[in-house]
């Protein structure tokens, strides 16, 4: 089992950066693949970035591509999101999630472990 924490977020104005970072417990880390999910008042939860388990390979939601970077240090237990440009559209809750399986899914269902989420508010 994988217990998720993530912190990092906040309010912040339109155009600065912010990173989030999640927190694994557990010596397993580097097994698992690593991704970031967000989910906005209303909406459904939808894919930001996933990196795979050597941070080798990394992707992105097309509205985030070029402001968003996610990396991820197996050392430390560790995955970042790193969040420039931030838009009022960015504001929603963050989650981190994981999944013991060397492909990156952009479904949430494939996923098998899940942080609290992290509020991030993007002001205009």
């Known amino acids: 089992q994988v217990q998720l924490v993530e912190s990092g977020g906040g309010l912040v104005q339109a155009g600065v950066s912010l990173r989030l970072s999640c927190a694994a417990a557990g010596r397993t880390f580097y097994r698992y693949t690593m991704a970031w999910f967000r989910q906005a008042p209303g909406r459904e939860r939808e894919f930001v970035a996933g990196?795979?388990?050597?941070?080798?390979?990394?992707y992105y939601a097309d509205s985030v591509k070029g402001r968003f970077t996610i990396s991820r240090d197996n050392a430390k237990n560790t995955v970042y999101l790193q969040m420039n440009s931030l838009q009022p559209e960015d504001t929603a809750v963050y989650y981190c999630?994981?999944?013991?399986?060397?492909?990156?899914?952009?479904?949430?269902?494939?996923?098998?472990?899940w942080g609290q989420g992290t509020q991030v508010t993007v002001s205009s």
């Open positions: 990196i795979n388990r050597l941070g080798s390979s990394t």
């Open positions: 999630a994981s999944r013991g399986n060397d492909y990156v899914s952009q479904r949430a269902l494939d996923y098998e472990y």
